[in-house]
T-cell receptor, first 109, second 113 residues
Framework: QQQVKQSPQSLIVQKGGISIINCAYE??????FPWYQQFPGKGPALLIA?????SEKKEGRFTISFNKSAKQFSLHIMDSQPGDSATYFC????????FGAGTRLTVKP | DAGITQSPRHKVTETGTPVTLRCHQT?????MYWYRQDPGHGLRLIHY???????DKGEVSDGYSVSRSKTEDFLLTLESATSSQTSVYFC????????????FGSGTRLTVV
């Protein structure tokens, strides 16, 4: 069973808009929650990550919001750009890393 | 990706044949992982290694074996390839068991016909 559930499967956003991708997890032992960005033909690359002792982490236009009680976390991409078009994966780890199914983001110019 | 090389990048093989994929790293990372990526499933862990000759199974290990005789090399073998093993395979490395973020290779696209 998928230990990390990600939604939506695909997302289309206009340039300058906000992209929001959501993830939920079951295992309360998870202690590290990264987001990965993947371009076609490439491997996933670490984008931003958070630990459960904080509720929000921001790096440039990318923000993770974390809700420990709800066992949910989300990625917000502010001022989305066409270059952000990629597949995004959330993940959660304890001893090894489990990934969500991915969200294909398209930012239209 | 520069520190992790996967080979081959593409392979087509016939059902029933053995196939070995190679992951080579220059990061000197202790931990190495093999994932497969399929639409709708994200990345699923096949096997992982915590050091030379120290390997363990992941969530989708059936039909796969691994070996790690040197820190820098992690081999994934499909003992008898099946069409369900058609996938993109990614190797990843980490410097910490606490998983401060993996570095991924560029992947191997395997087609079993």
């Amino acid at each position: 069973q998928q230990q990390v559930k990600q939604s939506p499967q695909s997302l289309i956003v206009q340039k300058g808009g906000i992209s929001i991708i959501n993830c939920a997890y079951e295992n309360t032992a998870f202690d590290y929650f990264p987001w990965y960005q993947q371009f076609p033909g490439k491997g996933p690359a670490l984008l931003i990550a958070i630990r459960p002792d904080v509720s929000e982490k921001k790096e440039g236009r990318f923000t993770i919001s974390f809700n420990k009680s709800a066992k949910q976390f989300s990625l917000h991409i502010m001022d989305s750009q066409p270059g952000d078009s990629a597949t995004y994966f959330c993940a959660a780890s304890f001893n090894d890393m489990r990934f969500g199914a991915g969200t294909r983001l398209t930012v239209k110019p | 990706d520069a520190g992790i090389t996967q080979s081959p990048r593409h392979k087509v093989t016939e059902t029933g044949t053995p196939v070995t994929l190679r992951c080579h790293q220059t990061e000197n990372h202790r931990y190495m992982y093999w994932y497969r990526q399929d639409p709708g499933h994200g990345l699923r862990l096949i096997h992982y290694s915590y050091g030379v000759k120290d390997t363990d199974k992941g969530e989708v290990s059936d039909g796969y074996s691994v070996s790690r005789s040197k820190t820098e090399d992690f081999l994934l073998t499909l003992e008898s390839a099946t069409s369900s093993q058609t996938s993109v395979y990614f190797c990843a490395t980490s410097n910490s068991k606490q998983n401060y973020g993996y570095t991924f290779g560029s992947g191997t696209r395997l087609t079993v016909v």
